[in-house]
């Protein structure tokens, strides 16, 4: 279904004047006219991708970017598209043409006619940093659960937003009961 789509450079992925909002925002835009079979893409996405303004991919060679399992979970989201209208937006591994190993949030939706999708839409993000920053939050939060030292973590006003298991088993307090209280409140131990 999707063979022989071909890339146009300078076809517009999106509306006069909103690809310079899009650019502006970091937001790479495209297009796919199915009956015509032809995929283009604005400017932030030939960067993203890291091809030059020549580069002629097929739908197929495009979605090669995307390494597996995040390639499968692409074309089942592309396909739902086709067949019901539904929107898709994912956070996918990407390699660029330089090998450049990034993180994709890709959103999107399959137009339709009468005679089923004529057009497919969509945007891509670079999140890579984002991404990272996320990982690297969870690694922590869970080396703080599992922490068995007491960890209490207050706002700027120093009242409690959180507390560790740890915590909760020497003082007896759970996190329910500490939310919005200065540590210094309580007794140690509940009694």
């Given at each position: 279904?999707?063979?022989?789509?071909?890339?146009?450079?300078?076809?517009?992925?999106?509306?006069p004047g909103m690809e310079a909002l899009l650019d502006l925002a970091g937001i790479g835009a495209w297009r796919v006219d199915l009956p015509e079979g032809r995929v283009s893409w604005s400017?932030?996405?030939?960067?993203l991708h890291e091809v030059d303004e020549g580069f002629i991919p097929t739908l197929e060679t495009a979605i090669?970017?995307?390494?597996e399992p995040g390639r499968a979970r692409l074309i089942a989201a592309l396909e739902e598209s086709m067949r019901t209208g539904a929107p898709w937006d994912l956070d996918l591994p990407f390699v660029?043409?330089?090998?450049?190993?990034?993180?994709?949030?890709?959103?999107g939706r399959a137009v339709s006619g009468r005679k089923g999708p004529t057009t497919l839409y969509g945007i891509v993000e670079d999140i890579t940093e984002r991404?990272?920053?996320?990982?690297?939050?969870?690694?922590?939060?869970?080396?703080?659960?599992?922490?068995?030292?007491?960890?209490?973590?207050?706002?700027?006003a120093g009242r409690t937003e959180?507390?560790?298991?740890?915590?909760?088993?020497?003082?007896?307090?759970?996190?329910?009961?500490?939310?919005g209280r200065r540590p210094g409140e309580v007794r140690q131990g509940p009694g």
């Open positions: 279904m999707m063979d022989g789509l071909l890339f146009e450079p300078r076809a517009e992925a999106c509306a400017a932030v996405t030939r960067r090669a970017f995307y390494p660029t043409a330089l090998a450049r190993l990034r993180t994709l949030r890709v959103r991404a990272s920053r996320a990982e690297e939050h969870a690694r922590l939060a869970l080396v703080v659960r599992q922490m068995v030292s007491p960890v209490v973590i207050t706002d700027a959180w507390v560790n298991e740890a915590f909760e088993r020497t003082t007896g307090y759970s996190l329910a009961e500490m939310k």
